[in-house]
């Protein structure tokens, strides 16, 4: 039931902003959330909250806690390997599936993404126009649970990997390498594009490698 004088916010909206804010490292690794504190701030009941945190946990970014509840996430550099790891299987398999079912408009959509990363200036702005483009490359897949799982896998770590490596590589060479990637999927060449975007992904591994000495 709704409790009278408050206005229900959707849980995409609270899941968003928290979102946001875990990104922006305005909540770091390790803050409890607080599912009172939270409901009070949106004006909510704790149910749409609940499945904010869910979705969020989903994602990576919220981790369950005995006796703490949720957290901000964090992670070892051994799990964000793993996850590029887990990321080229993923892909490369998505991207196969995707480019014999790519059409005019899936090519204009991905081009768009990428004329809108070449005037972005700001890492955070990279980090979610790279995610935009990886994700309209593989929807023409027809596989939306493939989607969302790589979906949630970069939500989940791309703060972390923003954090070591956007500095260093900067802009162009991803910009460089997606628009590779966009001329084999508009030639038809699985095995190039599949090539080049896992030769895309473990550059990012070899950054984060070199970021952290390892």
Sequence with gaps: MKTP????????????????????????GGVQLRQERIATEFGVS??????????????????????RGCIVSTHSFADLDESLEIRIGL???????????????????IADVLDRYARATTPAQWSELNLDFHLALYRPSGMPRLVRMIEDLIR????????????????????????RILRACRER??????????????????????????
């Design 5 to 28: 004088g408050r206005v229900e916010i959707p849980t995409d909206r609270i899941a968003a902003r928290l979102r946001e804010r875990i990104l922006s490292g305005q909540l770091a």
């Design 46 to 67: 704790r149910i749409p909250v609940r499945e904010a945190l869910s979705r969020l946990e989903a994602e990576g970014l919220v981790t369950r806690e005995h006796h």
């Design 91 to 109: 892909e490369t398999r998505a991207v196969r599936l995707a480019i014999p079912r790519m059409k005019a408009a899936d090519f204009a959509a």
């Design 156 to 179: 989940g770590t791309e703060r972390y990997i923003r954090v070591y490596v956007s500095f260093v590589v900067g802009r162009d060479q991803p910009l460089e390498e997606h628009r």
């Design 189 to 214: 060449d699985v095995a190039k594009a599949v090539k080049l975007l896992e030769a895309h992904i473990e550059a990012t591994q070899r950054a984060l490698r070199e970021a952290v000495g390892a």
